[in-house]
């Protein structure tokens, strides 16, 4: 009985180290980071996603964390700022790595002025890494000076890689939320204008990647901290969905390629593969 | 022909019965259901003649009835008369705001805080049309038509103050100054064509506001003192035909079918938003207005009938508390503050779906009518109690 307990757990734990593969390359020289969306209840499923990502982090070194809004929920106390991101994230932050925060729907705006989420004091802003220009947009109010901001930021931008990213998917296939067209009717022809690449979203709490919408790959990340099971519907424009565990995702942007790959509170992947950066016109 | 006949019929139908907002917002609502790519096209397309200039002429007709109610004859003329309206609208607003705000904050939705002048909205109009089909003629009518022009009017001034612009110039407040001395200049000079004020000083104001960061739907309300006008009686949305109103020389006769052209254009813009989770922001607006704005009316007006202020004759508390649940429809003016208050995104659509919702006042208003046997329900008047009866009388 005991050989077979021992088999047992060998193969268990082989399966759990293949579970936790590596898909992405991990080029010395390439951008890595992780997104998350709708992560800041302070719940379980939150701390279990944060310790995969440090799980993760100890072999993909990324060196920042994209926030995809509604980083903290309920009370938004500065006690509040500890259990629901500090805490869970700790490990990652005393690592250095850095998040860089959109706003979501139930955010106190007042977080723009959060150290740790470096929006500078904020609701929208832009940053370079490396090849890689990201715009972080407000998504709760498009007024008039942000869709002047972002059009004046995007024609400026000469980077290789363009992303954007905000809570309110222009694109999503959530049967809770869905697809915010209202913001995709303003957006979307400003982001195929000036050649935006990849868009990444929350608020919908499950997985998601569409099919290239008009050249633009879009994301869905929004169970980073709470799930709704099964809340995803299959529609023509899907490439990849999961709606059964809560999910981060990782990427790394090297040379004209963009690598991803998403991961489950559990370790396992769900999804992954690659972009391919348009040639521009 | 017959097919043009019909159409005219339901138009005219439409129009008298306040209808042509509820029908193009529901006509918004199925398209934006059905193909929301062509509807936000669409929408995002008309939203700044519609919003900004179109609603322009509405305010400019809604500020005629206002002046003209308070000429004498006029409903408003006398504090005295319209004094409690103006109670009632003033507690119901702030019983609004203070239930819309405790709602936002008690979810820790800070977000939403800055919404609270969607909730002094009232639909006039719905309001009005409630009333006077559950409380017949009489004292109710005008009593729930000043409280919505007070009522909105707050939320008018709290928006126009507020309004933020990109597009400030100095150039703003000097030519808010040269429409008034134009529109003046017009009056002087006697001209009686409404197009003329409108065109000359109505363009420079808009311009004027638009530059100063005021919102330029309003624009129109300083051109309205300077054009003919004939006093308005306690009838407000219901003069008869052939009045002084229907002259051509007069705002509402020259503003009638454009403005309801504008209001169809306008429901369609606005009211369109897709079937999604219901948000917080979407539960404060009626909470705001089906819960606090009732409350606060009748506590305002308990306070003042017990300071020594008397209810309009033939008026008792049972059809008062009628009239709070018809004043707590918000839906054109509650669709126009949300548009004014929040910019594009996902928290204006949750505003929207909110004043969409208060349009569940009707039934709240049909409910306490049935319940409180009073009007068309008159019959159940046998389940009140008789000294409830003899204090209505």
């Known amino acids: 009985m005991k050989r077979i307990g021992a088999v047992l757990m060998l193969v268990a734990s082989a399966w759990a180290a293949g579970a936790q593969d590596l898909t992405l390359p991990n080029r010395p020289a390439s951008l890595k980071f992780a997104a998350i969306g709708d992560n800041g209840t302070g719940e379980a499923p939150e701390y279990d996603v944060g310790r995969q990502m440090v799980d993760y982090h100890g072999r993909f070194p990324f060196e920042m964390v994209i926030m995809l809004g509604d980083n903290l929920y309920g009370r938004q106390e500065p006690q509040d700022f500890v259990r629901k991101f500090e805490e869970p994230y700790r490990p990652l932050l005393e690592a250095g790595v850095r998040f860089y925060a959109a706003l979501g729907n139930h955010d106190n705006p007042s977080q723009q002025r959060y150290p740790p989420f470096n929006m500078g004091g904020v609701r929208y802003y832009t940053y370079a890494r490396r090849n890689v220009r990201f715009f972080v947009l407000d998504s709760d109010f498009l007024d008039a000076p942000q869709r002047a901001w972002i059009e004046g930021a995007l024609q400026q931008s000469s980077d290789d890689w363009k992303i954007c990213y905000f809570h309110h998917p222009l694109y999503s296939d959530g049967k809770t939320h869905g697809s915010q067209v209202d913001l995709r009717v303003v957006l979307e022809p400003l982001f195929v204008k000036y050649g935006v690449n990849v868009v990444f979203s929350g608020h919908d709490h499950v997985y998601e990647r569409f099919k290239p919408q008009k050249g633009i790959t879009y994301f869905v990340a929004g169970a980073g901290g709470q799930l709704r099971r099964g809340d995803v519907k299959r529609s023509e424009m899907t490439a990849a969905q999961f709606d059964q565990d809560c999910s981060f995702v990782l990427v790394e942007v090297s040379g004209d390629d963009l690598f991803f790959q998403a991961v489950s509170r559990t370790g396992a992947t769900v999804d992954s593969g690659t972009v391919h950066r348009r040639p521009r016109s | 022909m017959n097919g043009i006949k019909v159409v005219n019929r339901a138009s005219r139908f439409a129009v008298d019965h306040f209808l042509v907002v509820p029908c193009g917002a529901a006509v918004a609502l199925v398209w934006a259901n059905w193909g929301a790519e062509s509807y936000f096209w669409f929408a995002s397309q008309l939203a700044f003649a519609v919003n900004h200039v179109g609603m322009a002429f509405f305010f400019a007709m809604i500020a005629q009835e206002v002046l003209e109610a308070t000429m004498p004859g006029g409903a408003l003329h006398t504090w005295r008369r319209a004094t409690l309206p103006i109670v009632g609208a003033v507690g119901g607003t702030i019983?609004?705001?203070?239930?819309?705000?405790?709602?936002?904050?008690?979810?820790?939705?800070?977000?939403?805080?800055?919404?609270?002048?969607?909730?002094?909205?009232?639909?006039?109009?719905?309001?009005?049309?409630?009333?006077?089909?559950?409380?017949?003629?009489?004292?109710?009518?005008?009593?729930?038509?000043?409280?919505?022009?007070?009522?909105?009017?707050?939320?008018?001034?709290?928006?126009?103050?507020?309004?933020?612009?990109?597009?400030?110039?100095?150039?703003?407040?000097?030519?808010?100054?040269?429409?008034?001395?134009?529109?003046?200049?017009?009056?002087?000079?006697?001209?009686?064509?409404?197009?003329?004020?409108?065109?000359?000083?109505?363009?420079?104001?808009?311009?004027?506001?638009?530059?100063?960061?005021?919102?330029?739907?309003?624009?129109?309300?300083?051109?309205?003192?300077?054009?003919?006008?004939?006093?308005?009686?306690?009838?407000?949305?219901?003069?008869?035909?052939?009045?002084?109103?229907?002259?051509?020389?007069?705002?509402?006769?020259?503003?009638?079918?454009?403005?309801?052209?504008?209001?169809?254009?306008?429901?369609?813009?606005?009211?369109?938003?897709?079937?999604?989770?219901?948000?917080?922001?979407?539960?404060?607006?009626?909470?705001?207005?089906?819960?606090?704005?009732?409350?606060?009316?009748?506590?305002?007006?308990?306070?003042?009938?017990?300071?020594?202020?008397?209810?309009?004759?033939?008026?008792?508390?049972?059809?008062?508390?009628?009239?709070?649940?018809?004043?707590?429809?918000?839906?054109?003016?509650?669709?126009?503050?949300?548009?004014?208050?929040?910019p594009i995104g996902a928290v204006l659509t949750e505003a929207k779906v909110g004043a969409l919702s208060t349009i569940a006042g009707a039934l709240l208003t049909i409910a306490a009518a049935w319940m409180l046997g009073v009007g068309r329900f008159e019959g159940r008047a046998h389940d009140v109690p008789a000294r409830t009866r003899e204090s209505r009388a």
Not at chain 2, 272 to 282: D, K
Request: contains cysteine; glycine residues 10%; aromatic residues 10%.
């Open chain 2, 95 to 342: 019983g609004a705001i203070a239930a819309y705000e405790a709602f936002v904050l008690a979810g820790d939705e800070r977000l939403l805080l800055a919404g609270w002048p969607i909730v002094c909205a009232i639909d006039g109009g719905l309001a009005y049309l409630f009333v006077q089909f559950l409380l017949g003629k009489g004292a109710a009518r005008p009593f729930v038509a000043l409280m919505a022009i007070v009522s909105n009017a707050i939320g008018l001034i709290v928006i126009g103050l507020h309004q933020q612009s990109a597009h400030l110039r100095l150039a703003g407040p000097l030519l808010i100054a040269c429409g008034l001395v134009v529109s003046v200049a017009l009056l002087r000079l006697r001209v009686r064509t409404i197009w003329v004020h409108i065109v000359i000083g109505g363009t420079m104001l808009w311009w004027g506001f638009w530059w100063s960061g005021l919102h330029p739907a309003l624009a129109l309300v300083p051109v309205v003192p300077f054009l003919p006008r004939s006093p308005r009686g306690l009838n407000l949305f219901a003069d008869p035909p052939h009045g002084p109103h229907d002259s051509p020389r007069h705002l509402e006769h020259v503003l009638r079918m454009p403005v309801q052209i504008i209001m169809l254009l306008f429901a369609l813009v606005n009211a369109g938003t897709v079937a999604h989770g219901i948000e917080r922001g979407a539960w404060a607006v009626p909470v705001g207005a089906l819960v606090g704005r009732p409350l606060g009316m009748l506590i305002a007006v308990s306070v003042s009938v017990a300071l020594g202020l008397r209810l309009p004759h033939r008026l008792g508390w049972r059809e008062l508390v009628v009239i709070a649940c018809a004043a707590s429809c918000s839906f054109t003016f509650g669709l126009f503050f949300a548009t004014a208050v929040f």
